[in-house]
Each structure stands twice: as C-alpha cells, then as structure tokens.
C-alpha cells in the first residue's frame, strides 16, 4: 500500500528566503506525481505535475523535483511572499497507471512573514 | 473556462439522514473523481467516475455511492449519516491520464 509522508508537517519563515518541501512515498512504481496548494476552507490548486519519466518540472517561482529511486521529491519556493501562506500537500498517482485515484500526504503548513 | 463546481458548499445534517452532493467538471473533462477530507486523516480517495462508470473505489463503506451522468457531471450519495462522516468532500476532474486533477472548492458536511 503506498504512504506518503510530508516533512515538515509546519514550517514559518520570514518574506523573501528560498524554502524547500519534502515529500517521500514508499513505492517507487508511481505514475506521476502532484504538487497542490490548499488555502484555508477551500479546495485543492494544482501547482505541478511531475510524469515518472521527468525529474523536474518549473513554474514561475516554483520547481518540483522528483527521484523516483530514492522515493522523494521536493517543491522548491523562491523569494517566498506572504501570498504563499498556505498548506502544500503532494500527491502520487500508482502503477496502475489510474490518474484518478491520488494517495496524499498530510501536508505542510507554510506560512511566510511580512 | 469555468473550474470545478460543487453544491451545495455548506450542509448540515442529522445522524441517520442521506445526502445528495453535486459536482459539475471543468467542460471536456470526463473523469470525476471525490475525496474526503478530515483533520486526522487527511485526503483519502472515495471513487471515480469515467463516462458514467465507476472505474476505482476507495475504502469506505457502502453507505457511501455515486453516480455520474452523460453530461460527466456527478452526485455522491452518503446514506445513515455517521457524526464522523462529517468532513469536507472535494471532487475533482481530468482530462485524461497524466493529466492534472483540477479541485472544486468542496462541500463542508457537518452531521449532528
């Protein structure tokens, strides 16, 4: 059964650093995986998408990584902005191949000081 | 292009009760797929629906079932209300494999 574990689970930094989010997942046999932004009571923002095929993937301030071998991947966030306040969770897609059936982490709490 | 729609946004209801929850996809999206979200467990998968027919199922019990129609807009249905049932349920849809999930913004289920 596939778990994905996010570290940390809260993180508090001030306006304007570079920051790293880890996610690691225990079957390497993924499809593709997610990167989401969750603002308070609202629903999921897609950020990236990350095919196993792919190591990397860039948007704007925003670069995902992904090592299948090792089980990890990483979102990096530069020049955080208090805009960015929110929890970021990833996601991964099985081996099935189903896109459609994501296993989630708990998450990370961001929040970015003025 | 209109994003994921989901109605009704707030719901309160009585242990013991059913209820009706309603998602319309992003136009050309044919999969729908829904997830429950609590504080201690966080997102987990329920089932997905591609051209009206449930391709994969989560863990949860039959209590819980859904249905999409030709439109690919979809309903899930939760019968005898359980206290813990209460969550938020997010639906989301696809364009096709490897393809991003785009969320709705939920629907808050408080059962009492």
């Known amino acids: 059964k596939q778990e994905v574990t996010q570290i940390p689970a809260a993180l508090s930094v001030p306006e304007g650093e570079n920051l790293v989010l880890n996610c690691s997942f225990t079957d390497s046999a993924i499809y593709n995986l997610q990167w989401f932004r969750q603002d308070p009571g609202k629903g999921l923002t897609s950020l990236l998408l990350?095919?196993?095929?792919?190591r990397e993937q860039t948007s704007g301030r925003l670069n995902a990584s992904l090592d299948k071998s090792s089980g990890r991947s990483t979102l990096y966030i530069a020049a955080s902005q208090p805009g960015d306040s929110a929890t970021y969770l990833c996601?991964?897609?099985?081996?099935?191949?189903?896109?459609?059936?994501?296993?989630f982490g708990k998450g990370t709490l961001l929040t970015v000081n003025p | 292009k209109a994003g994921v729609t989901q109605t009704p946004r707030y719901l309160i209801k009585t242990r013991g009760q059913q209820v009706t929850l309603s998602c319309s996809p992003i136009s050309g999206h044919r999969s729908v797929s829904w997830y429950q979200q609590t504080p201690g467990q966080g997102l987990q998968f329920l089932f997905e629906y591609f051209s009206e027919t449930q391709r994969n199922k989560g863990n949860f019990p039959g209590r819980f079932s859904g249905r999409q129609f030709s439109n690919s807009r979809s309903e899930m249905n939760v019968s005898t209300l359980e206290l813990g049932d209460s969550a938020l349920y997010l639906c989301a849809s696809s364009s096709g494999t490897g393809s991003p999930l785009h969320f709705g913004n939920g629907t808050r289920l408080t059962v009492t």
């Open positions: 990350i095919q196993s095929s792919q």
């Open positions: 996601a991964d897609v099985g081996s099935g191949g189903s896109n459609y059936k994501l296993t």
